[in-house]
């Protein structure tokens, strides 16, 4: 039989509005919506990219 | 480094699910990660060709002093199914088990089909994600907790 999965709402499932949450908690929610606009490979390239910055910058 | 990986894998056969923060971003989620977590099909096939992997990558266990007689093969991933690992193609951590989710075979039918470049893969899905953050219940989860659960309400909106 299938899990039912996540399907309450609001952190461990207190019921509150999860962006609401999220906006209290200081979550920039306008950088979600721009990422939910990309696709799947775009996320994961740019999530390597991220990576390979933070490997390669050095202070001087 | 994970498109990579994940390329990797399924060209090797693996049967694996991304999970975890990679997983997050694949679904949406900001938040930077430089590892990343894969649940394994634990059946014997699988298990040689993932150690076969990991072993051609010089996989060693993450934040042990380097020289100590450790082989990637298939017994050190019977013996230890879950191991946090460096590689010289990126930090991996292998699990057989998703904490609040199950074995492989329940995060496989938790899963969902995802692509990057020509890769199609599996990843955990965005609700069976959000149950092994609120299963694990560190206090590190939290913040990423409450940005999937955002997440999840944002994508029903948009």
């Known amino acids: 039989m299938e899990k039912d999965l996540g399907e309450r709402e609001g952190v461990g499932g207190s019921g509150r509005d999860p962006v609401e949450v999220a906006r209290a908690y200081g979550v920039d929610l306008g950088?979600?919506?721009?990422?939910?606009?990309?696709?799947?490979?775009?996320?994961?390239?740019?999530?390597?990219?991220?990576?390979?910055?933070?490997?390669?910058?050095?202070?001087v | 480094m994970f498109e990579k990986i994940i390329a990797a894998l399924v060209a090797a056969g693996v049967r694996f699910v991304v999970v975890g923060g990679v997983a997050g971003v694949a679904h949406g989620s900001v938040r930077l990660t430089n590892d990343i977590d894969i649940c394994y099909?634990?059946?014997?096939?699988?298990?040689?060709?993932?150690?076969?992997?990991?072993?051609?990558?010089?996989?060693?266990?993450?934040?042990?002093?380097?020289?100590?007689?450790?082989?990637?093969?298939?017994?050190?991933?019977?013996?230890?199914?879950?191991?946090?690992?460096?590689?010289?193609?990126?930090?991996?951590?292998?699990?057989?088990?998703?904490?609040g989710v199950g074995s492989y075979a329940e995060v496989s039918a938790a899963s969902e089909p995802c692509v990057v470049g020509d890769t199609q893969f599996r990843v955990l899905s965005l609700p069976a994600l959000i149950t092994a953050k609120r299963a694990a219940g560190r206090p590190k989860d939290l913040a990423h907790l409450i940005e999937l659960e955002a997440l999840a309400k944002l994508k029903t909106q948009t």
């Open chain 1, 31 to 59: 950088l979600l919506v721009a990422n939910l606009k990309l696709t799947t490979t775009e996320r994961l390239r740019l999530l390597d990219a991220m990576v390979s910055f933070a490997q390669r910058v050095r202070h």
């Open chain 2, 41 to 99: 099909d634990a059946a014997a096939d699988n298990v040689r060709a993932l150690a076969a992997l990991l072993a051609e990558w010089d996989a060693y266990l993450r934040g042990v002093d380097p020289g100590l007689p450790f082989a990637m093969d298939e017994r050190a991933l019977r013996t230890t199914p879950t191991m946090t690992l460096t590689t010289r193609m990126g930090n991996i951590d292998v699990l057989d088990s998703v904490a």
